[in-house]
């Protein structure tokens, strides 16, 4: 099984597999805030076969430089939004110059909105649950408005952000990032049409519920996706991740998944492709 494998080493690009994808990664928090920072990160995904990237910004200075880079590269596309953590900076002015920021044609999705109550305790800056609710709602108007993706962030709050979505009116796609929730939430999730992005946690060896997850996952409610830095693919726990390991989380998807990686790939490239309204060559 994927899981098992635990050796610690340098993080490296599984074998190439031309046509991967990787659905959510933050370049910034790579470092990446110029081009000429995120171009050895952009070569790397390139040589691991990596044809396609979506970066997201947590913030909003974050969100101005993702969609400078995705201008600057024709792999990149961007996600604009205030994390829901800090859902405090989604102020007027704030929310005037994203609203302006999501019209830009490099922007395929506002995300990652949604809610996070493991934070909220530990940390004095994060959002309220209220705070956090009126973001997300404020957000997904904004998908709607501009006919964009909502790219939900969920972190211990399954049942209120399932009951919130049913309450709001629906966007075109919604994309649930960094899927780890149960079984029950991926079968409702599935059931309402959503599209469940796995991540390298996916590959961890405790996490046999989620691979069970990934198992019943329609093909076109798929992705799969990074989260770097964070969210490191086993073999390389304990290392930094970035676009160019994605393989890594897709070998292990393909094989509980008892297909092809290829397959998988195939699959994956059209829901992106659908779910961010793009052509891909
Ligand atoms: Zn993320």
Redesign the pocket.
């Given at each position: 099984m994927c899981a098992a494998r635990k050796k610690r080493e340098p993080a490296q690009p599984a074998r190439k597999l031309p046509g991967l994808i990787d659905a959510?990664t933050?370049l910034t928090s790579c470092g990446a805030w110029e081009p000429e920072a995120a171009k050895p990160l952009l070569e790397r995904a390139a040589d691991a076969g990596v044809t396609n990237i979506c970066t997201?910004g947590?913030g909003f200075d974050e969100c101005v430089a993702a969609v400078n880079l995705a201008r600057q590269f024709d792999e990149l596309v961007a996600a604009v939004a205030i994390h829901p953590t800090r859902a405090k900076e989604l102020t007027d002015e704030v929310k005037a110059a994203l609203a302006t920021l999501a019209k830009d044609p490099n922007v395929v999705a506002i995300g990652?909105t949604g809610l996070d109550t493991y934070w909220i305790d530990k940390s004095e800056d994060c959002a309220d649950i209220d705070t956090q609710q009126q973001a997300l709602a404020w957000h997904n108007e904004l998908a709607i408005a501009t006919g964009k993706t909502l790219m939900i962030?969920n972190r211990e709050a399954d049942e209120l952000l399932l009951d919130a979505l049913a309450d709001l009116p629906r966007a075109r796609e919604v994309m649930l990032?960094?899927f780890s929730s149960p079984l029950e939430v991926a079968t409702e999730a599935i059931a309402r049409g959503y599209v469940l992005s796995f991540t390298g946690n996916v590959t961890f060896a405790a996490n046999d519920e989620l691979r069970e997850v990934a198992k019943r996952v329609p093909p076109g409610q798929l992705l799969v996706e990074t989260?770097a830095p964070?969210m490191t693919p086993v073999p390389h726990r304990g290392f930094r991740n970035e676009p160019a390991i994605i393989g890594h989380t897709a070998l292990c998807l393909a094989e509980v998944r008892q297909e092809p990686v290829e397959t998988l790939i195939g699959h994956v490239r059209e829901t992106y492709a659908r779910v961010f309204n793009l052509t891909l060559q």
């Open positions: 959510h933050h997201v947590d990652e962030h990032h960094c989260d964070y």
